[in-house]
């Protein structure tokens, strides 16, 4: 499903690409990681493009299961990393990026977006 999902996404039927893919993460615990979050995140920068070129429209029904999955995403996702370089991981000043902090910032644009 996250393959069909991102294929549909690349072929600009969002909607349907972006609820394959939450469907694709479900349950949440088990299949968010930093390569699957890394996937879906791209497919959800790449609505918020076309989004913010005014390209499409969504339903407010679409984006309240946007909302609801950045939601679980970011309860779920505290603890997972979204960098696996070893490089970043030794600076232990730099804050560290997670899923949680990634969906939290995705959530914000989405909700700027739907108003």
Same mark, same amino acid.
């Given at each position: ?5 991102? $294929?549909?996404?690349?072929?600009? *039927?969002?909607? %349907?690409? #972006? ?24 497919? !959800?920068?790449? $609505?918020?493009? +076309? $989004?913010?070129? *005014? &390209? #499409? ?5 679409? !984006?309240?299961?946007? #909302? *609801? ?8 996702? @505290?603890?997972?990393?979204?960098? #696996? ?12 990026? +997670?899923?949680?902090?990634?969906? @939290?910032? $995705?959530?914000? !644009? %989405?909700?700027? &977006?739907?108003?």
């Amino acid at each position: 499903n996250l393959v069909i999902g991102t $294929l549909y996404c690349t072929k600009g *039927n969002f909607e %349907f690409g #972006i609820s394959r893919i939450m469907k694709s993460l479900e349950p949440y615990e088990r299949k968010i990681g930093v390569d699957t979050w890394y996937y879906a995140k791209r497919c !959800f920068l790449a $609505l918020g493009e +076309t $989004l913010g070129k *005014n &390209m #499409i429209l969504l339903r407010d029904e679409a !984006f309240d299961d946007i #909302i *609801n999955f950045l939601d679980a995403a970011a309860q779920v996702g @505290r603890n997972i990393s979204t960098s #696996i370089s070893p490089i970043e991981n030794q600076d232990s000043s730099a804050p560290k990026r +997670t899923v949680a902090v990634e969906a @939290r910032s $995705l959530k914000r !644009f %989405f909700l700027k &977006m739907r108003d």
